[in-house]
């Protein structure tokens, strides 16, 4: 779908629909958002994919105007069908960063897939180290989070038994006795 000339544009930030990019893909924040998928999704796509977790502070959907997204962004105030914003909302759809649920509202993913082979073999050899170099330290940080989640659930496991044998009733205590005759 190209977007037309709208007065406002919502943004809501979903799940990636692949839950290996869910589980494995990379923030918007994170650097290789800029540093790989910049120079295939070109320098405004990207300012636009930087920019929306921004705006998402401060509320969830973000609505704006294209003007005011448009000027935001380094791009003046045009908001036609041949704008340069409209241009960088289309490649975020063209390579399935976003798509569109209305006429007036963009998803956006908030999980980027690493860069397919194809998108790779394209980049500057400078770019392609950098993949490789942050693709690796992100494969780590996944690796150690998953440690990390597995030390916490043996963790919790064994408070849960420790519980589990606290939470039989203790014998209570002999009832006082009574003196007779008092």
């Known amino acids: 779908m190209v977007v037309?000339?709208?007065d406002v544009l919502t943004?809501?930030?979903?799940?990636h629909p692949d839950p290996r990019v869910q589980r494995f893909g990379f923030d918007l924040t994170d650097p290789y958002v800029e540093h790989c998928w910049g120079p295939v999704v070109g320098p405004t796509a990207t300012l636009l994919l930087r920019r929306l977790p921004v705006l998402w502070i401060e509320r969830v959907p973000a609505t704006i105007t294209h003007e005011e997204l448009s000027k935001s962004?380094?791009?003046?105030?045009?908001?036609?069908?041949?704008?340069?914003?409209v241009h960088s909302i289309d490649r975020l759809v063209r390579y399935r960063l976003a798509r569109w649920d209305t006429d007036h509202t963009l998803e956006v993913y908030g999980q980027a897939p690493g860069l397919e082979r194809h998108h790779v073999a394209r980049l500057p050899e400078w770019s392609q180290r950098t993949h490789e170099r942050l693709l690796?330290?992100?494969?780590q940080?996944?690796?150690a989070r998953d440690q990390t989640a597995d030390k916490v659930?043996?963790?919790?496991?064994r408070l849960d038994r420790l519980e589990g044998h606290r939470s039989i009733e203790p014998t209570s205590p002999a009832a006082p006795v009574r003196s007779i005759g008092r």
Do not use: C, F, M, Y
């Open 11 to 15: 943004l809501i930030p979903v799940e």
């Open 136 to 139: 690796d330290q992100h494969i």
């Open 153 to 157: 659930a043996t963790i919790t496991a």
């Open 4 to 6: 037309e000339n709208r």
């Open 141 to 143: 940080a996944i690796g």
């Open 73 to 85: 962004l380094g791009l003046g105030a045009g908001a036609g069908k041949n704008s340069r914003l």
